[in-house]
């Protein structure tokens, strides 16, 4: 269980990394005029986190079912997102909520936007391949059961 937890956490503090990288270039690498930059690299901030949420997603999908690693994103992506919405601003000098309760909102749907394409992405991309704990699963039912010979029944 303490394993769990702490790949969980270690996600959280990587998502909320890429988080805290991201608002400390904005803030100290371009003019606060600029909105356009902060604006890419808002973007590319968030194609990163999903794709990390995609990768986290394939490789634990080979080995868990989808409702035990399910869980686990659900949760590092929660504590992550707290953890951007509410103290990364304040790493770099702003307030939460400086921007009014839209631009708030805004990122918390922004977020969870790209951490569910991510995991959507990397799930559907697994399943596809035929990867995934499910089929993995099937696959080896199904060639027990063809290896078995047929027992004779004596009547």
Same mark, same amino acid.
């Given at each position: 269980?303490?394993?769990?937890?702490?790949?969980?956490?270690?996600?959280?503090?990587?998502?909320?990394?890429?988080?805290?990288?991201?608002?400390?270039?904005?803030?100290?690498?371009?003019? @606060? &005029?600029?909105? =356009? +930059?902060?604006?890419?690299?808002? !973007?590319?901030?968030? $194609? *990163?986190?999903? %794709?990390?949420?995609?990768?986290?997603?394939?490789?634990?999908?080979?080995?868990?079912?989808?409702?035990?690693?399910? @869980? &686990?994103?659900? =949760? +590092?992506?929660?504590?992550?997102? !707290?953890?951007?919405? $509410? *103290?990364?601003? %304040?790493?770099?000098?702003?307030?939460?909520?400086?921007?009014?309760?839209?631009?708030?909102?805004?990122?918390?749907?922004?977020?969870?936007? =790209?951490?569910?394409?991510?995991?959507? !992405?990397?799930?559907? $991309?697994?399943?596809? %391949?035929?990867?995934?704990?499910?089929?993995?699963?099937?696959?080896?039912?199904?060639?027990?059961?063809?290896?078995?010979?047929?027992?004779?029944?004596?009547?």
């Amino acid at each position: 269980m303490n394993k769990r937890w702490q790949a969980i956490g270690v996600l959280a503090v990587a998502l909320f990394a890429v988080n805290v990288v991201a608002r400390l270039v904005i803030r100290f690498g371009f003019d @606060a &005029d600029d909105t =356009a +930059a902060a604006d890419r690299l808002s !973007l590319a901030m968030f $194609l *990163v986190i999903g %794709l990390i949420l995609a990768v986290v997603a394939f490789v634990w999908g080979r080995r868990r079912p989808a409702a035990a690693w399910g @869980a &686990d994103v659900a =949760a +590092a992506v929660g504590i992550a997102l !707290l953890l951007t919405v $509410l *103290v990364a601003p %304040l790493l770099v000098g702003n307030n939460p909520f400086a921007g009014g309760a839209g631009t708030f909102f805004a990122q918390i749907w922004l977020y969870l936007a =790209a951490t569910g394409a991510g995991v959507l !992405l990397g799930y559907l $991309l697994l399943t596809a %391949l035929g990867l995934d704990h499910r089929s993995q699963t099937l696959k080896r039912y199904a060639e027990l059961k063809t290896a078995k010979p047929r027992k004779p029944v004596r009547r």
